[in-house]
C-alpha cells in the first residue's frame, strides 16, 4: 500500500467499525437521555495525524482571499467555472430548480458535463495546492432537481414505513444517483422533529417521534456516505441544527421555545445517531431558540456560538464542517447577507451566500484584517473543509471517476421507490373490507390530484416550490390514475378530474384522489390563527367527494398531504381511506397495495392524525383521531364507523 492510500485507509477503516458497532434501529443510550446534559459523544472518526498535518501545511501556505474563497459557496446560477478559478471558490451549490444552463430537462450526461467545468476549475487555481471543490444538492427524496430521476416518498411517509433498512438502501440508492450527475454531497437527512402541522415543512421529518427519527438519520447517514470515498458515495447533512421542527406555532424559521431539555432529548436525537454514523457536515437552522424558562435568549441560532460550537463541535465531537443555510446569515442581528462575523465566530465554518458571493468575501476579508474575526477561527474553518474533502477521497480522485458518473442508468431507481410507497401509505379505515379491489374490478376515478405528478410528489421535485411542473416535465414514473390504467386495464377505469355530472351507476368502486397542491418551507405555512382543515384550505376536493359520496357505491378515498390535516369530514364521506402523504412518482405502489392481495398495507402512522382543526399536534388539548402508530392492514375488522364533526371555528385562538 503507497504512503498515500494508508492516509487515508486509517480514517476509513475507523468509520466503517464505527458503523458495525451500530446495530440497525438502534438508539442505543440516546434513547433514554434524562435531559440534564448533552450526551459526550466521541467522533467515530478520529483525526489522523498524518492527514491533519498535511491539512496543516496546505493552510500555512494559503492566503487570506484564498481561505475565505474556500469558506464561501455560491449557487451554480449565480457563478462561472471561470470565477470558481479567479476566487478560489471552495464549494457551489444548486438550489432547488437550479439546473444545468437552467434547463429543466438537462440530461444526466449535462449535468456531468457542468460538475465537470466546476471541478476542473478549482484545479486551475493559482494555489500551490489546489484544492478540489465540492459541490451540494438538495437530494431529499432521490435527486429530485434532476429530470428522470426517480422521487423517493417524502420523509413523513417514509417515516410512516418505519424501515430502518430499508431507509439505508435508499440512502444507497440516492446518492448512486447523486453520483451519477457529478455531485457529491447532499443536504439531507433533515432530522427534525416536527411538532406543529402548520409548519410548510412537516413533510421533511420523518416523525414526531425523536427515536424514529434518531434511527431514520443514522440510517441514511449509513447510506449515503458508504465508506465515503467509494464510486457511489457521497458527504451527507444533517440538518437544520437545531430545534426547526419546534417553532412556536410551526411557523417556519420561527421561534423555538423549547428548554434546553427539550432541545437535549427531542430536537437533538436526530444529531447524536446522524453524528455516530459519521455524518460530515451539518446545517445550521433559520430558527431562534428562545429558552424562555430559563430567561436565555439565544437568537438566530446561526449567530450562537453556544449551540454551534459549545454545543456541536466541542460536547459533540463533531469533526466535519458547519454550512449555513440559504443567506442565513442575514437573519443573525447586526448581519445582512453579505457579512456576518457574528456567525463565523460562532462556528459557521462554510457559508451559502447564493447571490451575493463577492460582497460576502471582500466584506469577510475585511473583517479579518480589522480583527473582528480572529484568524484562528478562519483556519479552523478551512482545516474542517478541507479534512471533509480529504476524508471524502477528492484530493485523490476525480468525481467524475466514478463507474455511476453520466450513467443516465443510475437514476432510475424505480423499484425501490415503489417498495417504499406500499411501506409508506397508512390505511386509516376500510369498512365492509372496500380494500383491496378486485383486478377485474370497474372503477370511476375522480379528483385532479389522481393524474397530478405534482400534487404526487410536492416541493422540492424539478423545482424548488414543485410548483410549475406538467406530468411530461418527469420523464420518469406514474400518476396514481396511470397505474389503476396499468392495472386494472383502460377499458375498466374512466376517470373525471372534477366529477361534474357523474354517474357512479354501474362502477364497482369510486375511487377520489384528493390532495395538498405542492410548497415548500415557509409558502407551505398555515399561519395562525387559520385552522388545519384539508376540506377548507382545498374546498374542491370536498365538493369533488360529494358529488359521489352516498350514492350506493363504495368510495374510497386516497389522499396526498405534506401533513395530517383534519379531514374527518372527508373521511365520513369515504368507506375506505389511505393516507398517502406526498408518495413520489412510483404511484404503481399505491396501486400494488389497493388492488389484488399481493401486497397489504403495513404503513402506520408516525405523526398524530388530529380530530379537529385547531388541533395542530401533540400539544396538550389537542384532539387525536388517530394515534401514532395506528393503521389498518387487511387482516384488521376494526370498523371506523362515523367520526365526530367538532365545528371548525374561523379562528384558532
Ligand atoms: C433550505 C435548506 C436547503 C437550502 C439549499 C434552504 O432554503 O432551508 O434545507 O438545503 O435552502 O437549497
Ligand atoms: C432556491 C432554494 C432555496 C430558496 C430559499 C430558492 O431560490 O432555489 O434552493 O431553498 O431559494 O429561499
Redesign the pocket.
Known amino acids: 500500500m503507497t504512503l498515500r492510500k494508508m492516509k487515508l485507509f486509517i480514517p476509513m477503516l475507523a468509520l466503517v467499525a464505527a458503523c458495525a458497532g451500530a446495530p440497525h434501529g438502534d438508539t442505543g443510550r440516546y434513547a433514554d437521555l434524562d435531559g440534564s446534559d448533552w450526551p459526550a459523544l466521541t467522533s467515530p472518526m478520529p483525526l489522523d495525524p498524518a492527514m491533519e498535518a498535511r491539512i496543516g501545511q496546505i493552510v500555512a501556505g494559503m492566503t487570506l482571499a484564498q481561505k475565505v474563497g474556500q469558506m464561501t459557496q455560491p ?1 451554480v446560477r449565480n457563478i462561472t467555472p471561470d470565477q470558481v478559478r479567479e476566487f478560489y471558490i471552495g464549494s457551489v451549490l444548486n ?4 439546473w444545468p444552463n437552467m434547463k429543466k430537462d438537462a440530461s444526466v450526461a449535462e449535468w456531468a458535463a457542468l460538475s465537470a467545468q466546476f471541478h476542473d476549475a478549482a484545479l486551475r487555481t493559482d494555489m500551490t495546492v489546489k484544492i478540489p471543490l465540492i459541490w451540494g444538492t ?1 437530494a431529499v427524496h432521490g435527486h429530485n432537481n434532476v429530470r428522470g430521476a426517480t422521487m423517493f416518498p417524502h420523509n413523513i411517509g417514509l417515516g410512516a414505513a418505519d424501515d430502518v433498512e430499508m431507509m439505508e438502501r435508499i440512502g444507497r440508492a440516492t446518492a448512486q444517483q447523486v453520483r451519477a450527475t457529478g455531485i457529491s454531497w447532499v443536504f439531507a437527512p433533515t432530522v427534525a422533529v416536527g411538532q406543529d402541522r402548520r409548519w410548510g415543512r412537516t413533510y421533511e421529518s420523518y416523525s414526531s417521534d425523536p427515536q424514529l427519527v434518531a434511527r431514520y438519520g443514522a440510517a441514511v447517514v449509513r447510506g449515503l456516505q458508504g465508506e465515503l470515498t467509494g464510486d457511489g458515495d457521497v458527504v451527507a447533512t444533517a440538518k437544520h441544527y437545531l430545534g426547526d421542527g419546534g417553532t412556536f406555532q410551526g411557523v417556519d424559521q420561527g421561534e423555538n421555545r423549547a428548554t434546553r431539555a427539550e432541545m437535549i432529548t427531542t430536537h437533538g436525537a436526530g444529531y447524536y445517531t446522524a453524528l455516530d454514523a459519521g455524518v460530515q457536515t451539518v446545517m445550521a437552522t433559520y430558527n431562534s431558540w428562545n429558552d424562555v424558562a430559563a430567561g436565555e435568549n439565544h437568537g438566530k441560532l446561526h449567530g450562537d456560538r453556544y449551540v454551534l460550537t459549545d454545543v456541536l463541535k466541542d460536547r459533540l465531537d463533531f469533526t466535519g464542517f458547519v454550512v449555513s443555510d ?2 442565513g446569515i442575514e437573519q443573525v442581528q447586526g448581519c445582512d447577507k453579505t457579512r456576518c462575523a457574528q456567525a463565523i465566530n460562532a462556528g459557521i465554518d462554510m457559508i451559502m451566500v ?1 447571490e451575493d458571493w463577492r460582497a460576502f468575501i471582500t466584506n469577510t476579508i475585511a473583517d479579518v484584517e480589522a480583527g473582528r474575526i480572529p484568524m484562528a477561527r478562519i483556519d479552523d474553518a478551512v482545516t474542517r473543509i478541507l479534512r471533509v474533502k480529504m476524508r471524502a477521497g477528492l484530493f485523490d480522485r476525480a468525481v467524475a471517476d466514478s463507474r455511476f458518473n453520466g450513467q443516465a442508468s443510475a437514476i432510475d431507481v424505480s423499484a425501490l421507490a415503489r417498495e417504499a410507497v406500499r411501506k409508506s401509505v397508512v390505511l386509516l379505515k376500510n369498512e365492509n373490507a372496500v380494500l383491496p379491489l378486485r383486478a377485474d374490478a370497474r372503477v370511476l376515478v375522480v379528483g385532479a390530484s389522481a393524474d397530478s405528478m405534482s400534487n404526487q410528489t410536492g416541493g422540492w421535485s424539478l423545482t ?1 416550490q414543485g410548483t410549475e411542473n406538467t406530468n411530461a416535465d418527469f420523464a420518469t414514473g406514474q400518476t396514481l390514475l396511470a397505474a389503476l390504467k396499468e392495472q386494472l386495464g383502460d377499458a375498466d377505469v374512466t376517470y373525471s378530474a372534477d366529477a361534474a355530472g357523474v354517474d357512479v351507476a354501474g362502477y364497482d368502486a369510486v375511487i377520489a384522489v384528493l390532495g395538498e397542491t405542492p410548497y ?2 415557509y409558502n407551505g405555512d398555515v399561519r395562525f390563527p387559520a385552522p388545519v382543515q384539508h376540506s377548507l384550505l382545498h374546498p374542491t376536493d370536498l365538493r369533488v367527494l360529494r358529488a359521489v359520496a352516498d350514492k350506493g357505491v363504495p368510495v374510497v378515498t386516497v389522499l396526498y398531504s405534506g401533513r395530517p390535516a383534519y379531514a374527518n369530514d372527508l373521511i365520513n364521506l369515504s368507506d375506505a381511506f389511505v393516507a398517502a402523504f406526498l408518495p413520489g412518482t412510483e404511484a404503481g405502489g399505491l396501486a400494488d397495495v389497493m388492488i389484488g392481495t399481493h401486497h397489504d398495507f403495513t404503513g402506520r402512522l408516525s405523526f398524530v392524525w388530529p380530530g379537529s382543526a385547531c388541533s395542530t399536534g401533540e400539544h396538550a388539548g389537542d384532539v387525536v383521531q388517530f394515534a401514532r402508530g395506528y393503521g389498518l392492514s387487511y387482516g384488521d375488522r376494526r370498523p371506523v364507523g362515523v367520526l365526530p364533526l367538532p365545528a371548525t371555528p374561523a379562528r384558532c385562538d
Open positions: 449557487d438550489g432547488g430548480g437550479a438538495d440559504w443567506n447564493p424548488w415548500a418551507e
